[in-house]
Each structure stands twice: as C-alpha cells, then as structure tokens.
DNA sequence: CGGCCCGTTGATAAAACTCAAACGACGTGG
DNA sequence: CCACGTCGTTTGAGTTTTATCAACGGGCCG
C-alpha cells in the first residue's frame, strides 16, 4: 500500500522510482533514500563530477539532471561513454584505492545524493547490483551502435534507449521525453560529427520517425521503430521482467 | 618466498599469475585457485560460452585460449564486444536470476574453471573486484576506439592493449605475442570490414610499426606506437600501480 | 587431388567528414 | 529599445574514409 509522497506514479523522485523498480527496496531502505535525496547538492552544468585518473569518490546518484562520461582525446577528439540520466548511480562498482575511469560532467544543473551503504536497509544492495548490471548493458549497445549501427540506426537506437531508461524513472510521456542534449552532444555520444547528426535526423524527421524540437524528443511510434532497426529492450534479469 | 610451482616468472597458470598481480592474494586462496584450475574442463573452438539471454552461469574464469563476447545482429552483423584472454573472469558480477548481457563464444579452444567463492581465501574478493573494473576500463576503451579512432589507430590501439593485457598474465615475448585472432575476426572487434583491415595493417606493415605474420604479432616499438596514437595504460587503482 | 579457410588485390560505390558560411533564438550591454 | 555576440542549428560543395563486390592465391587437411 503505497504511502503518500513515497507514490510509484509522478510524486516520487526518479531515483526512488527507479530503485524501486529495480529492487523490492524495503520501507527503511526508502527512508535512507529520501533521507539522501534530501541533502543531495546541486552541480552546475559544465562542473565535474569526476575527472579520469583521479580518485573515484564515494557512490552517489543522479537525483535530477543529466550528466555524461566522456573519454577526452589528446588532440581535443571526445567521445561520451555513456549518459547518466536521473536515477542513475556513479561508482557503486568499487576497489581499493579506486581512480575513476572516465570524466564526468554535468550537461545540465545536476542535484547528486551520497548513496546510502547497501546495508542500510534490505533490498539495496539487490537494487545496486541491478543498476549496475543493467549499467553495463548499456556499455555493451553502446558499443554495438559504434561498431555496426549506420548512423541513422545509431541515432534512433539511442533514442529509444533513452526513452526506455527515462521511462524506468519516471520521467517518459506517452510519446517522448524531455531532451537537453544539443546534437553536438548526440553527435559525441554516437561517434559522429554534428553536421551528419544534423543531416540524418532531418531524415529521420522528413520519415515521420522522430520530431526533435529542441528541448524535446517524440517518438511517433517507438515500437515499430524498434523493430526497424531491430531492437529489443535491455533486459538483465528474470526477476523484474521488465528490466 | 614463492614455492615451487606457484612461481610468478613462467610457470604459474596465466590465471594465477594476473589474480596475484591484480590484489594481495593469500596463499590459502592460491590453493583454492589452484585446486579450481586442476578441475578446468576444455571448451572446443566455436562452441558457446554463454548465450545472449541466457542464464549467466556461476562465475568462471579462462584458463587457457581466447574467448569474445559478442552481440549478433538480425541481420548477420556482428560486434566483438571485448575479448576474454587466460586470466579474464567471467560473470563476476552477478544480480539475483542473473542473465547473460552478450554472447560469449570459444576463439580457439579454451579451458575453464569455477572461480573459487570470495570468501575462500583472503585477497580473492579485491583481485575480483579488481579484475572487474580493469574489465570496465576496457569496456571504455572499446567505446572511444569504436567511436572516435580512425581505422589504423584502432587497430594498433587494440594490439597495445591485448599486450598490456597478455602480459598482465605473463603471456607475452618482449617484443609480442601469440595471435589466436583472423583479421575478420579483428574486423568484428573494430567494427570494420575484413577488407579494411587488411588494408590497414598492410600499412601499418609497411611503415614498421606491426608485424603481423598469422599465429603472432610483433611489435616493433610499444612504447612509440603507444605515443603516437596517444595511448596510456589502462590503470585503475593507486594500490597496484601497474595496474 | 580437391575443398576450404584465410589472406590478398582491384575496381567501384556509399557513408561520413571537412570546411565554410548563414540563420534564428536568446541574452547582454549600451 | 536596439545593437551585438554567442550558441545551436542548418545548408552547400568537395574530399576522405570505409564498405561492397568479386576474384585470386596459398596453405592445410581430408
């Protein structure tokens, strides 16, 4: 029986929402939660969260904002790993004396909570691994998109991973989601360059796919678009068949 | 004081080898290793490891041979996602009803063995934790050579990192290694055509910086090649500076 | 001997990049 | 209130990189 302010539907904070849906997350593991969420801090957008080859920090979470970890080349090339989204968590895999592996940087204003121990409350533990299991999925796409998707597969693969893991927090429409990324970033994320981003998003617009106002993402119709480029939902465990 | 047989120079297993180089590991837990890699069993080439979608299986580790994990396309693409050498662990990070995120099938044919629970031996849990997040670096570095490396940086990026890695496990020649791969099977890594690559390192050939007779690579001058393309080792921890 | 796998080569086509410039929206300062 | 700069998007022309298709050759094994 779900409590008030604690609601699956749209009043909790994605964090929660997501963890929840990750994990049969108990009612003191939620009470850690809020209560972080709570003290999270904001990060203004272009600010580090972390920078690769320095110390990796404590495991924290987005609570609201997007982020992105990025590999910077020598000579200025960079290439966005993969996209942090409300909800997600930062450097729950941990080693002694661990350095982060990547930067992280804040796309837009960022709030970032200081993850409750997973022995804070039952199911925690459960909902990290989770996450982070469903974290490396991701990885694994992400490196498919780069090695074998055209560009156009490439850029609608994104986008319905996106809406897919915006939809696990809470934060989808029926048909879209909210979008601060400029193509620029799309286009570091997926390998490209901003002009051909450009270019193959008019077509996948002229198609009647995707409509991208700025600010804003819908996708007409994301399951036969799925299914065009042959895409199923990232799936990492049998106990939450949904993720 | 190493005894006989569990020596780090030549002939300990290549598993032992990198576990005792990733993390402080006891000698109760050598045994246990070492006692798992006496009951390995042999997996013949091109036989599954794993299967996309699959139940993950209990935690392993490679023996001896290669693997790769891979993702297959509908349409007979396929990607190499990263690939499994002597030492590398398989499935270490679990969640309950874990399933397989990638296809993992047998390059040559391989020995595997059951890894030895955490809690058998002091050190084992860092070595894991360890070698899991080298496996995550890698991962990363998979995404920046797929998306933003040209066809030639790619390939002598991914040579440097299979001898860093070969040689974490005491598998390499001073100046190379032994190559199990075919160059279509380099291609399905680097998100490239067989062609292509061909015709690449017929370049790289030429200009002295790869031997490449079948069976073996040669690098002419690692350090150099790694300058040039702007490459630093994979590193993950202060503790174990190396690595 | 014959077939197959792997590496190699050539010719051509497609995909993506580069460079350059213009345009609209937006905010800022005069 | 308008001029101005910045940022993100858009457009055009020409080039480079990579893919495609097709074929051939050598080694190895049955």
Redesign the pocket.
Known sequence: MPRPGLSDSATGSPLLTRLRRLGAVSVEAQGALAAAITLSVPVAARRDLATEGGELGPPRAIVSGWAARMRLLADGRRQIVSLLLPGDLIGVRRQVSAISPSTVIAITEVAVALLPHACSGAGLADAYAMSSALEEAHLLAQIARLGRF???ERIADMLLELFERLGLAGLTDPDGFAMPL???MVADSL??????V??M??VARRSGEIVWR?GRVTLVDPATLAQKIGRSPVVVSRAFPRY
């Open positions: 055209t560009a156009q400029t193509q620029e390998g490209l360059t901003p002009v051909h450009n270019r998003l008019q700025p």
